[in-house]
């Protein structure tokens, strides 16, 4: 005897939550931009939010890929070990320190191949063995 095909659907009312790790990083910079409004009222103070500078933003990345690695599995179906994620978050920095040396205003998403071409030609030559 077959079951009828609902009872094989999973069916949730819940609503779909915003990841805690977004809203907790992005908590101490001020509101939203659509929670201001487009003109503000005579007489009302307006609120500037504070200057995010392209070095923090790419910190909190970095924080956010290391927390998110946290929760995911590798090929292999296990949770990806410290040092692996320590190893990559030690890479995401040194192209966020090569970054800042070049003056590169963004986040990482401003990196093009030909930029990150030219920071593992640099990283390459000034670690290889050679040095």
């Known amino acids: 005897m077959s079951r009828p095909p609902s ?6 009312s819940r609503t779909a939550l915003k990841s805690p790790l977004r809203t907790a990083t992005m908590a101490g ?3 939203s931009p659509s929670a201001v409004p487009a003109e503000p009222a005579a007489g009302d103070a307006v609120a500037v939010a504070p200057e995010i500078s ?3 933003l790419r910190r909190m990345q970095i924080s956010e890929f290391c927390a998110w690695l946290r929760t995911q599995t590798n090929k292999h179906k296990r949770p990806f070990q410290e040092q ?3 190893g990559y978050a ?3 920095r040194a192209l966020d320190r090569w970054m800042a040396s070049r003056d590169i205003d963004g986040d990482f998403t401003a990196c093009d191949v ?5 920071f593992f030609a640099q990283y390459r030559a000034e670690h290889g063995q050679g040095r």
């Not at 009872?7 to 949730?12: G, Q, R, S, V, Y």
């Open 54 to 56: 392209a070095q923090q």
């Open 84 to 86: 692996t994620i320590i």
């Open 7 to 12: 009872d094989n659907l999973k069916i949730t």
């Open 90 to 92: 030690e890479t995401a």
């Open 114 to 118: 030909a930029v990150l071409n030219e």
């Open 29 to 31: 910079f001020g509101p």
